[in-house]
């Protein structure tokens, strides 16, 4: 089985990418533009493995695209890359709409082709699988239901439009031209190799350096939360077993409001630091203005894919913290790069040099 797997080197792709070629046995091809997101260091493990290629490029590139394509046969297309950090989509817009909008129009279009003209038993086993968000749904109250499947698209910010926007072209596409698609929503990821600009290890890298640790407003918006790892698996099960024309949800039931995440991050800083003794993690928080138009609480119902392809979580909220805490602990190598200045002068960024 042959995947190429687009924006491999970010976070969940290169979970991915580890799971398909340790586990799965697939040879995947990692196609990765490498922004700022972007990174080879979370793919050493694999790096060397005679079923994996990386590619640096653009899914919006159709030439080589196609290249990749019909020069290794492939079967399955995976397509994470994006754009996907909220607080840089509401700064700088523009990018979310060329990467996630028409850079998936790009890709669709080569791959349209591209399967158009595979023979029949081929054709017949393509499949196109694009990786979407919980928040393409929006916002819901505490106590609404939670979202299934079929739950009206309701995006709030630029990043989770131009989810949603790229989730109806590949609708579109299956619809009016008959390409063989699968569609993945999950809740927030976290676990090893996650960007240090994101809620959880920014938490943790400040705990560590004795920096203040932002909590956008009073810390009570409510998310999902789910560990690297089992997304990785679920989207294996997605891509190969999946029904086509469907779409599954992804998530841990692990409902946590943000400030419960921070704190259950600063107990386990406080029960590894023994030099911290006397004093709690929890004195660093530090409460900023509210992001615009800040969804209070995303919540996943998965009992689909939990009884069409039989995949559950391994990892509780309370295992899957405590191995990413220890994993930051002894991975200093992969984050202190990321952490040089990286970022300085956005939003959460500034409060890391502060
Ligand atoms: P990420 O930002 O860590 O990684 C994105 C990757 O895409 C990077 O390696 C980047 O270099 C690459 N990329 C960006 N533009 C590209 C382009 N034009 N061509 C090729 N590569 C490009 O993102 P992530 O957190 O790993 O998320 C991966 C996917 O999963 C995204 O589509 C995101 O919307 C979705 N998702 C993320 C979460 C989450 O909690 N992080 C949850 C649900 C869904």
């Excluded at 023979?119 to 979407?132: G, Q």
């Amino acid at each position: 089985m042959n995947i190429l797997v687009t924006g491999g080197a970010g976070f969940i792709g290169s979970a991915l990418c580890r799971h398909l070629v340790n586990e799965v046995g697939a040879f995947v091809v990692n196609l990765d533009k490498l922004t700022y997101a972007g990174n080879l260091a979370s793919l050493s493990a694999i790096a060397e493995r005679t079923n994996y290629r990386f590619v640096h490029g653009d899914i919006g590139d159709q030439a080589l695209v196609a290249s990749l394509l019909y020069e290794h046969q492939i079967d399955i297309i995976m397509h994470l890359a994006a754009e996907s950090h909220v607080d840089r989509s509401i700064d700088k817009p523009e990018t979310f709409i060329e990467t996630n909008v028409v850079g998936t129009f790009r890709l669709l279009d080569t791959c349209l082709t591209y399967w158009r003209g595979l023979a029949s038993e081929k054709r017949a086993n393509f499949r196109f699988h694009h990786v979407s968000t919980d928040e393409v749904f929006g916002d819901l109250s505490i106590g609404d239901d939670r979202f299934t499947e079929t739950t009206p698209y309701a995006p709030s910010s630029p990043y989770s439009a131009s989810k949603a926007a790229s989730d109806h072209l590949v609708r579109a596409w299956a619809r009016t031209y008959g390409l063989p698609v699968v569609l993945s929503n999950c809740s927030n990821n976290y676990g090893p190799f996650h960007f240090p600009e994101k809620l959880i290890p920014l938490t943790i890298l400040n705990g560590l350096d004795q920096k203040p640790m932002p909590v956008y407003g009073t810390g009570a918006n409510v998310r999902d939360w789910l560990f690297v790892e089992d997304h990785a698996r679920a989207l294996a099960a997605v891509a190969i077993r999946g029904q086509l024309g469907e779409s599954y949800n992804i998530g841990g039931d692990a409902e946590q409001t943000t400030l419960e995440v921070v704190h259950a991050v600063c107990d386990l800083l406080d029960q590894r630091r023994p030099r911290m003794r006397g004093r709690s993690h929890r004195d660093l928080i530090h409460f900023v203005s509210d992001r615009p138009g800040h969804d209070r609480r995303y919540a996943i119902d998965a009992s689909k894919i939990r009884a069409h392809l039989g995949w559950k979580p391994r990892e509780s909220f309370k295992t899957g913290l405590s191995t990413t805490v220890d994993w930051y602990f002894t991975n200093t190598a992969w984050w202190k790069p990321l952490r040089n200045g990286t970022y300085a002068g956005e939003r959460l960024g500034t409060l890391i040099a502060a």
